[in-house]
């Protein structure tokens, strides 16, 4: 009898490929094993079992493998069936999903680059023979391809040899540099507490009278620490005495003044005794029992709770159940939410069980967490992790968290697997027979539609812990202060007078103002109206170089108006701004404030974002400008005011889910006011206050909010209501993308007729010299969503038989929003 193994190769092919192993290989193999494999003329490639079988390919002679890479498998049963979902309903390809899934050390093949782990030094004389050659080599030349090192052991099949030298820490597979670990802390001073009374500190003046520089040190910080409670940096107090750091360090020296550090960034486990959990308030307790009553029998439960109403403390508890059961947890968050500040929060109940899973982690962190959660180890009983933990290689979940789940960010778009994070989950949970919890304030519309059919169990936590007040929502009309003149750039009287006394008050500011600003719609300054497609509800795009404005679902456009369609108004903006525009205002209208920005460019790096947050939470700044990565579920003490620079902008995207998210948005953004006794005032600037978002947002009102967008998706025909699935294309030649789409709109057409969208030119119809082509199918509820995906499947295997067509890159997007 011969055998065959049908493998996963990390590219993606439509077929899994199959190769013929012996009977003994046969016996040791399992599914989720490695192998090297030759594949084409002369690549190697690492390909995962995924069938082992007797049945021999028909159209071409199946290879040997060259190796087995692993003694027992890395990926389990479960995940394989969870990799097949993907790849189903997504349309991906299974080696899509194992590019995606697999920590890239795990993924050899000929392409990869090898260096030298900089790690540790290693042992040389535990190293085999051939490692030892491998390493050697290292020495001399900074990285190795799997060629060289094929030729350095005349050998064909070096696989085996790197994957143990990496097991070893000897060597790393090349990747991209990420920035190591390192905790940052910030050096801190105080004076010594022996000149603490008014007498010994007299007598210090006295002795340093000879010293004036240290002098005017002791003075300075004497008069920062009367103004101010904050810390006081060795860097702050050098600056404002205008004396070298080396004259703090003199003072330091001789026991005038004290350093101290806090640190500043991630902070490790300690391993000190874990914390119990809080003794949840009536509100928690009661939304708590409601949970569990409802996961008696509903598989997914959705707990709506309004911002700081202690979703997190539910969450504990829940966690601690499941623990007790020896089961692991999965808790996932949006990446920019995986702040310390939560993990802290959960190291300090449940210690070192608590694994943090990040995409900006190196791939030798990730390789441990990956090992960690597959043997079930005791430190990775409680996962936290980004989008991507959903690959984790859990054996035995009982329960999954999606924290803040009406994110767009759980949904991967580029590359393939298009997946969404939120989604799986629930198929994953589903497979190892585990519940699943999704919380949010303002939730999807989509996860609350579901709670509403009863597909989901539902619960509502309305109360804020404490009972501190919802913070106090105004709608600033600047339309009006427009006219009236009172506005300063951007910023009205009120939001101005506001700032100025949350400041005397000595509380800290949040300015939001949305990065979707710089979009090219158009807005008029008089009215603030912004031209609408007339079929699709969403704010027609500029298009500058065709001087035009675009719906970019539907194709309806117009030229560019000349002035507004409203109010006739000549006055017209089609710039947006941003937050750095914003920064450079505050700082003149407040020069004496600590103003800080917080988007995109400010925070690259892997602590960028964390170094900012904690600026904020130690008072080291008094105004933060910053977009929506302010949202994210942070809890800050001393924030009482928060101003929405102008809602219109979010408004007015071009998307079905425009109105929706501005509700979101904002709503997320002013819960970060007043999250302790004190209320906090929200202030929003608006051209269009009667706008029914913006009074759903002022009233938190969201069953109207969700009633009223749930309207719109059924006349238009959008999600929750109808599924979507987008198809982009993509070519160099613009032409040929034209015709291209053209076709394959045609014979979309054919199965679906006017469900099919398109083709159009998305606003940035051009990205890396490649132009794009969108075509929207819009599938109803009572069609078979799979029978549609095979159509579309038929579809686009005619096209690529077609010659002219080859070329053009076909991105299948299921759920695309
Ligand atoms: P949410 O996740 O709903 O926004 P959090 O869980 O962050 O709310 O809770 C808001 C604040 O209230 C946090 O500072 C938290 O520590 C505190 N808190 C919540 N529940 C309790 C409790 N039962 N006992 C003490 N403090 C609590
Ligand atoms: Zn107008
Ligand atoms: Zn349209």
């Known amino acids: 009898m011969r055998y065959f193994i049908d493998i996963i190769l990390p590219i993606p092919l439509q077929k ?13 193999l399992k599914p989720g094993m490695r192998v090297a494999v030759p594949f084409g003329k002369s690549k190697i490639y690492t390909g995962l079992v995924f069938r082992i079988h007797n049945e021999a390919p028909t159209v071409y002679e199946a290879k040997e493998i060259h190796q087995i890479l692993d003694e027992t498998p890395i990926v389990n049963s479960i995940q394989l069936e969870l990799w097949h979902w993907i790849s189903k309903y997504y349309m991906c390809t299974l080696g899509d999903v194992m590019r995606a899934a697999l920590p890239s050390a795990f993924i050899l093949e000929s392409e990869t680059v090898v260096t030298k782990s900089s790690l540790k030094e290693v042992d040389e004389s535990l190293l085999k023979d051939d490692e030892f050659l491998i390493y050697e080599a290292l ?40 920035e190591k670990y390192k905790p940052k802390l910030v050096r801190y001073v105080k004076l010594h507490v022996n000149y603490s009374s008014e007498e010994a500190l007299q007598d210090l003046l006295d002795k340093l009278s000879r010293a004036p520089k240290q002098r005017d040190v002791v003075m300075t910080l004497f008069s920062i620490s009367a103004t101010t409670r904050k810390p006081v940096k060795v860097s702050e107090l050098s600056n404002e005495s205008k004396v070298s750091p080396q004259i703090v360090k003199a003072l330091i020296d001789k026991g005038v003044l004290e350093e101290y550090y806090i640190q500043t960034d991630r902070v490790q486990y300690s391993g000190d005794e874990n914390e119990a959990s809080k003794n949840l308030n009536e509100h928690q307790q009661t939304a708590l029992k409601e949970v569990k009553d409802s996961f008696k029998n509903q598989n997914v439960t959705l707990l709506h709770g309004v911002t700081s109403s202690g979703k997190t403390e539910i969450y504990v508890k829940l966690i601690e159940e499941v623990l007790e059961k020896g089961k692991q947890v999965l808790y996932l968050l949006p990446e920019i939410a995986l702040t310390t500040q939560l993990v802290n929060r959960l190291q300090n109940y449940f210690g070192e069980q608590v694994s943090i899973f990040h995409s900006k982690y190196s791939t030798n962190e990730r390789v441990e967490v990956w090992n960690n959660v597959l043997n079930n180890s005791v430190k990775a009983r409680i996962v936290l992790g980004a989008r991507s933990s959903v690959f984790l290689p859990f054996n035995n979940l009982g329960l999954i968290i999606v924290d803040e789940e009406h994110e767009q960010s759980f949904k991967q778009f580029d590359p393939a697997p298009r997946y969404h994070a939120r989604d799986t989950a629930v198929v994953l949970a589903n497979i190892h027979k585990a519940k699943t919890l999704l919380g949010s304030a303002t939730p999807s519309l989509e996860s609350y539609f579901n709670a509403k059919q009863a597909k989901y169990g539902f619960v509502e936590l309305l109360h804020r812990f404490n009972n501190v007040l919802m913070p106090d929502i105004e709608l600033v009309d600047i339309k009006d202060k427009h006219k009236r003149k009172r506005m300063t750039g951007h910023f009205s009287d009120r939001l101005i007078k506001e700032i100025t006394e949350t400041l005397d008050e000595k509380q800290q500011v949040i300015l939001f103002q949305n990065r979707r600003g710089f979009s090219p719609i158009v807005e008029c300054n008089t009215c603030g109206h912004s031209p609408q497609c007339p079929n699709c509800d969403v704010s027609l795009t500029y298009h500058q170089y065709r001087s035009q404005l675009r719906c970019h679902y539907c194709g309806y456009n117009m030229s560019m108006v000349q002035d507004c369609m409203a109010c006739g108004s000549p006055d017209l903006d089609s710039k947006g701004f941003g937050t750095e525009q914003i920064e450079e205002e505050v700082k003149i209208l407040f020069p004496d404030a600590k103003v800080a920005r917080m988007d995109l460019d400010t925070t690259r790096g892997k602590y960028g974002y964390e170094k900012i947050i904690t600026a904020l939470e130690q008072q080291e700044i008094d105004i933060l400008v910053g977009t929506q990565m302010l949202t994210k579920g942070l809890d800050f003490r001393n924030v009482k005011l928060v101003g929405i620079m102008n809602a219109d902008n979010m408004l007015n995207f071009p998307d079905f889910r425009a109105h929706e998210r501005s509700f979101q948005l904002m709503v997320q953004v002013s819960g970060r006011a007043g999250r302790t006794e004190e209320r906090g005032k929200v202030l929003i600037q608006t051209y269009n206050p009667y706008h029914n978002i913006l009074q759903q947002v002022s009233t938190n009102n969201f069953i109207d909010m969700f009633n009223e967008q749930m309207n719109d998706r059924y006349n238009f025909k959008y999600p929750p209501v109808y599924k979507q699935i987008k198809i982009t294309l993509k070519h160099k030649d613009y032409n040929r993308v034209e015709n291209a789409s053209i076709w394959f709109a045609k014979s979309l057409r054919q199965f679906f007729g006017d469900s099919v969208l398109g083709p159009e030119s998305p606003p940035i119809s051009r990205i890396r010299n490649q132009f794009h082509k969108n075509i929207l199918v819009k599938i109803p509820k009572k069609q078979s969503l799979a029978k549609t995906k095979e159509a579309i499947i038929k579809v686009n295997n005619s096209f690529s038989s077609i010659k002219d067509f080859r070329s053009v890159k076909v991105i299948l997007n299921v759920d695309n929003f």
């Open 139 to 178: 020495h001399h030349q900074s990285s190795l391809k799997i060629h060289d090192i094929s030729n350095i052991l005349d050998k064909k099949n070096v696989l085996p040899v790197i994957k143990r030298l990496i097991e070893k820490e000897a060597i790393a597979v090349e990747e991209e540099v990420y």
């Open 16 to 28: 899994l490929f199959t190769y013929s192993i012996t009977t003994a290989e046969a016996e040791f």
